[in-house]
């Protein structure tokens, strides 16, 4: 298994159940614990997950549901004139490009149709990622992976999928490492 989608596999597993362990993931994946806790690492220093004793749990772990609207305001107050964002998600990021259609001078780098559909004509530039089309919506794999190593974005905006998807976290994961600043939805 290819190192980043055993990641993906692994963020979503924390998003899905609320946390991993390490012997359940080294069994899971059959590699050494060592390893489990360099993938680990490297999810936490990406802002995807926090590192606990044996383990690790999702950084957003509020169900999408339960998170206010105050909470979109201020993740769109971040946006300033000029910036290059990263906007990856369904409801929340799509509610999210509609808050900051008025940036002036602003690029939207997104792979989610819903949030290509939801900037405004005459709004902010958009650069819609292609790939493989993924049950979540998303355009995802090597294709919009590639696409996306060439950019530089100000901030990513990702809301977290619940569906497993291993493509789609795979890319989210791509457009995060691409942002100066990560935020999760």
């Known amino acids: 298994m290819v190192v980043e989608m055993r990641r993906a596999e692994i963020l979503a597993i924390a998003r899905r159940s609320g946390g991993v362990g390490l012997r359940e993931l080294s069994s899971r994946f059959c590699v050494s614990i060592p390893t489990i806790r360099r993938d680990l690492a490297v999810l936490a220093a990406r802002g995807l997950l926090c590192r606990v004793h044996g383990g690790a749990i999702p950084l957003a772990s509020a169900p999408a549901g339960r998170r206010s609207t105050a909470d979109l305001q201020a993740a769109a107050s971040l946006v300033e004139a000029g910036m290059a964002i990263g906007l990856s998600g369904w409801r929340r990021a ?3 490009a509609g808050l900051i259609a008025d940036v002036p001078d602003l690029t939207v780098v997104t ?3 819903a949030v290509a559909r939801a900037v405004r004509a005459g709004g902010p530039t958009l650069l ?9 919506g998303s355009h995802a794999g090597p294709l919009a992976e590639d696409a996306l190593h060439g950019l530089h974005l100000d901030i990513a905006f990702v809301e977290p999928t ?10 989210d994961d791509a457009l995060l490492r691409r942002a100066a600043r990560r935020v999760l939805l």
Do not use: K
């Open 94 to 96: 799509a509610a999210l």
């Open 162 to 171: 619940t569906s497993g998807d291993a493509l789609a976290a795979a890319t």
């Open 111 to 113: 792979p989610m149709l």
């Open 128 to 136: 819609v990622i292609g790939g493989v089309r993924t049950p979540s």
